[in-house]
């Protein structure tokens, strides 16, 4: 039986370069442009277009560049941003208009001082606008993780008849726990009349950690796209990790699900939005960080040197990183230094391992990781006959 495709939606340049500080210029864009492509992203959104010059600039210049992927451009319920969109796009192979409005009683209240039929009005308006321009439109539900689902289904429906082709659900502030979550898209694809002529969407924060767990649980429940970032940067605590949604459903078979993407290009990718963004990936990130792969437990080092598969679910290979690393600690036990050792050039024997290994846990007492170059100071202390 083979695998239904989940659609990768990047918003690594328009999401994730919302962070503090993380601002790109054109030409930084148009690298990690070019690299989501090359990775097998399905949709790139490259920018809101209406937000700036120089983003109208970027975005058309994506547009022009990208070879595969459907380039996406963000806009609010606004004539205007809907206009300014399709101009930036029109040298797209693909282009796709993001448009859409709040959608939870908070949003339209305090936000729109409206009510919930004007905010189905403006969608509508809003979508047929944009289907003006291109034939893919994607609506967004800002806070639909918060909006009532009866009312969310009159929205979807509403914008599905006046031809909308994708129907991006946010978890706007994270709130949403993933069965809570789950059950909302399960809920649409039940009640939206004439669901089957859109793709359901993930778009989900991170604000309590939830972010790739929610996603996950929304393709569960039928959702076709996931809306995430290189890194899982973004707005706040972030958005949903692309690298880890990616993982996820490779290494669980019974969710019959997979992606277009390259995983070996994963890590590298990573470092590369790490160095341009200036933002560092923090160490135990899953998939990506530094201790991903690494390992300084003796008894979880001695387990992967007996079989990688005793404490590793991902061959690191997978993802673009060339092996585990065997990290030594005062933590480390023989298998591990024997390991090491023989890297460095040292064939030791039962008698002579017990011998530096006494030699080793004074030295990595005193500091924090035992590198190469301390092993042969090590075994010189020892004393062994080589």
Do not use: W
Not at 1 to 25: A, H, N, W, Y
């Amino acid at each position: 039986m083979s695998k239904e495709i989940v659609q990768i939606f990047d918003t690594t340049l328009r999401d994730g370069e919302q962070v503090p500080g993380c601002k790109l210029d054109r030409e930084q864009k148009l690298v990690i442009a070019e690299r989501l492509d090359e990775l097998g992203v399905n949709i790139i959104e490259a920018g809101f277009p209406i937000s700036s010059p120089g983003d109208f600039k970027s975005v058309e210049s994506i547009a022009k560049l990208v070879k595969n992927a459907t380039v996406c451009g963000l806009t609010r319920a606004v004539k205007k941003d809907i206009e300014v969109a399709a101009e930036a796009l029109k040298y797209a192979r693909k282009p796709r208009i993001h448009t859409g409005i709040g959608t939870s009683d908070s949003h339209i209240k305090h936000k729109f001082n409206s009510n919930r039929d004007a905010i189905i009005e403006r969608a509508v308006e809003a979508v047929s606008y944009a289907k003006k321009f291109v034939e893919d439109v994607e609506f967004y539900a800002e806070d639909a993780g918060r909006t009532d689902n009866e009312f969310l289904a009159r929205v979807c429906e509403a914008v599905v008849k006046a031809g909308a082709t994708v129907l991006n659900i946010p978890d706007t502030t994270g709130y949403c726990l993933p069965e809570e979550y789950g059950a909302k898209i399960k809920y649409l694809k039940d009640h939206v009349k004439h669901i089957d002529r859109a793709v359901l969407s993930c778009h989900c924060h991170n604000d309590l950690g939830l972010a790739t767990a929610n996603s996950i649980a929304g393709v569960m429940n039928g959702a076709r796209q996931i809306e995430c970032t290189i890194n899982g940067i973004g707005e706040r605590a972030g958005n949903t990790s692309l690298e880890e949604v990616v993982m996820i459903m490779r290494q669980h078979p019974s969710l019959n699900l997979d992606t277009t993407i390259n995983s070996r290009l994963l890590y590298d990718t990573s470092q590369m939005v790490s160095r341009k963004m200036g933002m560092v990936v923090q160490p135990n990130k899953a998939i990506v960080g530094a201790n991903a792969f690494a390992h300084s437990s003796g008894i979880h080092q001695d387990g992967v040197i007996k079989n990688r598969e005793t404490y590793e679910i991902i061959d690191p290979a997978d993802v673009g990183v060339t092996e585990s690393s065997i990290v030594l600690t005062a933590r480390s036990g023989r298998a591990a230094l024997a390991y090491r050792a023989k890297i460095v050039g040292y064939e030791l024997t039962k008698t002579q391992l017990d011998e530096v290994y006494q030699e080793f846990l004074y030295f990595a007492d005193s500091k924090k990781e035992v590198v190469d170059e301390d092993i042969h100071e090590i075994v010189a202390k020892s004393k062994i006959a080589l």
